[in-house]
């Protein structure tokens, strides 16, 4: 049972006062010169083992940044379209015998990118329309949840598809267009509830609802309380929460990132929690990583390394307790597909498993490749989608060769593009978050 919602507002991102580009912002010569060249990360990295092309490699990406930290290169659309070919999927993280920390110095060269303002023209149109103006502000993306939840089912969608009107839009847009998820018929909401244990109170987390999530996948974000009070939890929704600032951070865009980092502190720290968990890979990546974006802000610099601390997966944290194990049966041969934060930002592989494991019935089919990025990416797929094309094909093909009636991953980028990539091919095999298929066994008993 949820308690009443307290009435503490989300404050305001205001952009029009940014600082602006700071001198720290590029990327750290130790970090940089890490990288001995040995050529280890070539085979785990998508963009290189679909293209065979130096520059669409780690280290061919890194020589770039050497060479303009050196003064030997300017930063040229044709050097930024090699790094904006990245996927920053950091699987050449998990592989890297020097430990370079990539995902880290590729945020900071587009960082140097964004100041100078030699972003492509898809990312320069993402940034502007979505991450500046959409993410930054739930009440925005409520609002926007909604039209697209009346575009979709109104049938105005299915119209303009169908006469031609959206070849009008520029690229980009028509990709975005192309590519939106249906919406969920009921929204998640952060109103500062508090959902109740069921049975014995272990402790109090806090959940992140996050900006996109709650829109498109509230039925999932509803499992995970779900699960968590049938496992003894009272969950708590801070109001005052917002997004991640995660996407905001793949661009560059760092100071908008420490701004939703600052906020998503004092809105979790000041809820008492004892740990702060999301179902977003990619978000929990970003959480864990607010202690390095924010080690040089006085003010939030011991408050961020212990706002890291407290922060996990879902998956992390109910495979720690360990999870109850359903009571009733779910026959069923699923496979999993491994985000890419959660196996290489975060080194979290084991933990969904276990939970799959611990449900009775369910067969746990493993694909070739599962860690391998599907091409999602936050935005990638909108402003890459030939590449991101060929990337999801291969997936495909890795997951009908495991003959699984159902796709499970816990990243909610995921889930949409393996639905995409599902949809191309005329299937209808279910893609599912972990917590749902641990709700769904718990609900069957």
């Not at 010569?29 to 520059?55: F, I, K, M, Q, W």
């Not at 009921?186 to 109740?196: I, K, L, S």
């Not at 597909?337 to 449900?359: G, S, V, W």
Request: charged content about 25%.
């Amino acid at each position: 049972m949820a308690d009443a919602p307290t009435h503490h507002v989300s404050p305001p991102i205001r952009l029009n006062d940014e600082p602006g580009f700071q001198g720290r912002d590029v990327p750290a010569e130790e970090d940089l010169y890490r990288c001995v060249h040995c050529g280890l990360c070539l085979s785990a990295c998508p963009t290189y083992t679909h293209l065979g092309v130096e520059t669409e490699s780690p280290r061919g990406r890194i020589a770039l940044m050497k060479a303009v930290h050196e003064g030997r290169l300017g930063i040229s659309e044709r050097v930024v379209s090699h790094w904006e070919m990245c996927l920053q999927c950091r699987a050449c993280e998990a592989v890297c015998p020097s430990g370079v920390p990539y995902g880290r110095i590729m945020e900071y060269s587009r960082a140097q990118v964004l100041a100078q303002d030699k972003q492509g023209v898809g990312l320069k149109r993402v940034s502007r329309w979505f991450l500046r103006a959409a993410l930054p502000h739930p009440r925005r993306l409520r609002w926007g949840g909604k039209l697209l939840r009346v575009y979709q089912r109104w049938g105005i969608q299915s119209l303009l598809r169908n006469i031609g009107v959206l070849r009008l839009l520029p690229s980009t847009l028509r990709e975005m267009e192309r590519q939106l998820p249906v919406m969920g018929v009921r929204f998640f909401a952060a109103d500062g509830q508090v959902y109740r244990a069921a049975g014995d109170r272990r402790m109090t987390v806090g959940l992140l609802s996050g900006c996109v999530m709650p829109l498109m996948q509230g039925s999932t974000m509803e499992a995970t309380v779900r699960v968590l009070t049938r496992n003894g939890c009272d969950v708590a929704v801070p109001r005052a929460q917002g997004c991640c600032g995660a996407l905001n951070l793949h661009a560059g865009d760092l100071e908008l990132g420490r701004r939703l980092a600052r906020r998503n502190i004092d809105a979790f720290l000041e809820a008492g929690v004892e740990f702060i968990l999301t179902a977003s890979a990619g978000c929990g990546s970003s959480m864990k990583e607010y202690e390095e974006l924010l080690k040089d802000d006085p003010a939030y610099a011991e408050k961020a390394r212990h706002f890291s601390e407290m922060t996990q997966d879902i998956t992390e944290f109910l495979a720690g307790l360990p999870v109850d194990p359903p009571r009733s049966r779910l026959d069923r041969r699923v496979t999993y597909q491994d985000p890419c934060h959660l196996a290489h930002a975060q080194r979290i592989t084991q933990a969904p498993r276990t939970i799959l494991e611990a449900i009775p019935g369910v067969e746990l089919a493993e694909m070739e490749q599962s860690a391998m990025c599907c091409g999602s990416a936050g935005f990638y797929s909108m402003v890459q989608p030939s590449l991101s094309g060929r990337i999801l094909e291969t997936k495909m093909g890795n997951v009908a060769a495991t003959g699984a009636e159902m796709v499970v991953t816990a990243n909610p980028g995921c889930v949409m593009q393996l639905e995409a990539g599902l949809r191309a091919r005329g299937e209808d095999t279910p893609v599912a978050h972990v917590v749902d298929l641990l709700d769904e066994a718990y609900r069957a008993e």
